[in-house]
């Protein structure tokens, strides 16, 4: 033997030696690390077959007819558990249990009581003439009714399901705000707050009439209004003040107590005159900031339920016909 020979083991053993202390582990031997190597490999391979047998399994579960009787058969036999069995086939736990303890249930969308029938066919009458009412005008109109009839009234939650069996819902509105108001403008007690606005409705003759009006912060009830075929000025927002007063107060000429006058800042509220006028009756004249109309929402509430409740569901030939018209519709929508 070669004397380099001997170097040169010496040299690879003490650069082993000094790798495994530097790595603090146990200095495994190459032809082991080749035999682990090689059973992770073989490892690999198996577990990619077993999972592509797996999806083609689910596969073929999701296209057959069945997967819940096939699935209560195997968790029958006890070898596996419900929730194991349940997972794996991508069916419903519940149906399972179902099946064991009373049976497969055939489960309505709708449950049926007595009466239904009838009181749907008194809906379909009610929509007909209110075509835009929602299902709790609805139920109002249809306990008027009953009550004139001397019948028991009807919960508002069965005829929304009666409604909504006979798909006579009105379409959900998808108008979202733009800007978040956390603000409080309703009131929990009468004559505390009061609101107004104006807007404009266009007749088929092309005429324009612009109409406004005060609204009870309480009970939404519309309390006076002003219309014309001309500019909305002081004068015609004062008129619905007086007006207002007198409906809640009779004649008098002086707030029993202070109520607040709330609008937007449109020039006929915030004319000077106007100011004067509501402060020297017992107004507190409040106003909304500027470009924020949802601080004045339950007067924009009301414009957009009466333009779809009546302006829009109603012949509007021209001005004088739907002066005619304003006094019925108003009166319907208190």
Excluded at 14 to 41: F, M, N, Y
Excluded at 73 to 93: I, W
Excluded at 129 to 145: I, W
Excluded at 230 to 256: H, K, T, Y
Aim: with cysteine; glycine share 6%.
């Amino acid at each position: 033997m070669h004397t380099n020979q001997l170097f040169r083991w010496r040299r690879l053993f003490h650069e082993g030696a000094l790798t495994a202390v530097r790595a603090d582990e146990k200095l495994v031997p190459s032809s082991e690390v080749k035999e682990l190597k090689k059973r992770i490999r073989e490892l690999e391979r198996m577990l990619g077959r077993k999972t592509m047998a797996t999806e083609i399994l689910k596969y073929a579960l999701e296209i057959a007819c069945e997967k819940t009787d096939l699935a209560y058969t195997v968790a029958q036999e006890g070898r596996y558990s419900m929730n194991a069995v349940s997972g794996t086939m991508g069916v419903s736990r519940s149906r399972q249990y179902e099946k064991r303890h009373e049976g497969p249930k055939v489960h309505s969308r709708h449950y049926r009581r007595a009466e239904d029938a009838r009181y749907l066919t008194l809906i379909r009458r009610i929509i007909e003439v209110q075509s835009t009412c929602g299902y709790r005008r609805v139920t109002v109109f249809l306990n008027r009714l009953l009550t004139s009839l001397r019948e028991p009234a009807v919960n508002p939650k069965r005829v929304y399901r009666l409604m909504k069996m006979g798909s006579l819902q009105l379409q959900r509105s998808t108008g979202r705000p733009q800007r978040v108001h956390n603000g409080t403008i309703m009131m929990n007690r009468s004559n505390r707050r009061w609101c107004s606005d104006a807007f404009e409705i266009a007749c088929w003759s092309k005429e324009r009439l612009r109409v406004a009006f005060s609204l009870g912060c309480c009970d939404r009830e519309i309390l006076s209004y002003a219309a014309t075929t001309g500019g909305i000025d002081g004068n015609v927002i004062r008129d619905p003040m007086v007006e207002a007063m007198e409906a809640r107060f009779a004649s008098i000429d002086q707030l029993p107590e202070p109520i607040e006058w709330l609008s937007d800042n449109g020039p006929a509220y915030i004319a000077r005159e106007t100011i004067a006028f509501a402060e020297s009756v017992g107004f507190e004249v409040c106003r909304t900031p500027f470009c924020r109309p949802e601080y004045n929402g339950m007067a924009e509430a009301f414009v957009k339920t009466f333009k779809r409740d009546y302006v829009h569901a109603n012949p509007l030939y021209t001005a004088r016909f739907v002066l005619e018209q304003l006094p019925k519709w108003f009166e319907d929508y208190n």
